[in-house]
């Protein structure tokens, strides 16, 4: 059922939609400037990798920290798996988890709490009910079509290393990974918009890679390495060695896409033995 809610009610509704999040929390939101409180919410949610927070701002293309200051952008790149999407023609705002959501007049701006008469329409449902058609429904779908075709500003997923067992698969969280940042294109002073060929459905919700089994290591005879044959780094086939140029031609063409030099590989360009993410481009052979 969905309510109505005004001054102090509509306020508590958002800190909760922010605070009870489990696995997944959409902000969106024009303009965003966060104060200590706003902090304390989302500190909460700092360590826990899985939860994906997805960001929504906009305005101010001219002058993008009107709408999203620099401190307040890099205090959301500290989250262990977040999305960030920039809509310059952004007015609506929402606000919503796998729980609960809002549609309402207010800004993640401390101001507008503090200050402005607003209103918005609260719907809570079970994780059933997000099948059925309501208003809170359409506007969590359409927000996320939003989030899915605009540009992406920055990304950042958690990392897990998967082992096989017997029956079943392992799965542990080892850290987070920046997989895309355009920061510089919105906060430099001579600052370009680009159009990212990819949107956000493209990117993974996680990174797996498999764990590296410890063995003892085999010394290789000098005499039996053959210097003039490499290995590509990311798919493993024979190349002519040169650390300068680690990758095949087919592989190449796909790095220099995005072109960056410390993007993880999976072998080594000297042996080929699988590297689990240890070479790149700056890094081609393994110690």
């Known amino acids: 059922m969905s309510k109505f809610l005004t001054g102090n009610d509509l306020d508590n509704a958002i800190y909760d939609t922010i605070?009870?999040?489990?696995?997944i929390l959409m902000i969106v939101s024009p303009f965003i400037k966060l104060d200590d409180y706003f902090k304390k919410l989302f500190d909460r949610h700092l360590?826990?990798?899985?939860?994906?927070?997805?960001?929504?701002?906009?305005?101010?293309?001219?002058?993008?920290?009107?709408?999203?200051?620099?401190?307040?952008?890099?205090?959301?790149?500290?989250?262990?798996n977040i999305s960030?999407?920039?809509?310059?023609?952004?007015?609506?705002?929402?606000?919503?988890?796998?729980?609960?959501?809002?549609?309402?007049?207010?800004?993640l701006y401390d101001h507008s709490f503090k200050n402005n008469i607003e209103f918005g329409v609260f719907s809570e449902q079970n994780i059933f009910g997000k099948l059925k058609p309501n208003a809170d429904n359409d506007a969590w779908n359409k927000c996320r079509e939003i989030a899915d075709t605009n540009e992406v500003v920055f990304i950042k997923r958690p990392v897990y290393h998967t082992k096989k067992l017997l029956v079943t698969l392992s799965k542990n969280f080892v850290t987070s990974e920046v997989i895309v940042d355009h920061t510089k294109n919105y906060y430099s002073s001579g600052h370009t918009f680009e159009t990212e060929t990819k949107k956000l459905p493209d990117f993974p919700l996680e990174i797996e890679r498999e764990s590296e089994d410890l063995k003892?290591?085999?010394?290789?005879?000098?005499?039996?390495?053959?210097?003039?044959?490499?290995?590509?780094?990311?798919?493993?086939?024979?190349?002519?060695?040169?650390?300068k140029e680690p990758l095949s031609k087919t592989a190449w063409l796909s790095w220099n896409?995005?072109?960056?030099?410390?993007?993880?590989?999976?072998?080594?360009?000297?042996?080929?033995?699988?590297?689990?993410?240890?070479?790149s481009m700056s890094n081609p052979i393994l110690e």
């Open 19 to 23: 605070w009870e999040a489990d696995r």
């Open 47 to 80: 360590n826990n990798h899985k939860l994906h927070i997805i960001i929504v701002f906009g305005k101010n293309q001219n002058n993008v920290r009107r709408s999203l200051s620099k401190r307040d952008f890099d205090y959301f790149k500290q989250f262990q």
């Open 84 to 107: 960030i999407i920039y809509v310059p023609n952004l007015h609506a705002k929402y606000y919503g988890n796998e729980k609960q959501g809002i549609i309402t007049s207010i800004n």
């Open 216 to 243: 003892r290591p085999t010394r290789v005879r000098k005499e039996a390495q053959n210097p003039s044959i490499g290995y590509c780094i990311r798919t493993g086939k024979k190349i002519r060695y040169n650390p």
């Open 257 to 279: 896409e995005y072109r960056n030099p410390d993007y993880p590989e999976k072998y080594c360009h000297k042996t080929g033995k699988k590297s689990f993410g240890k070479t």
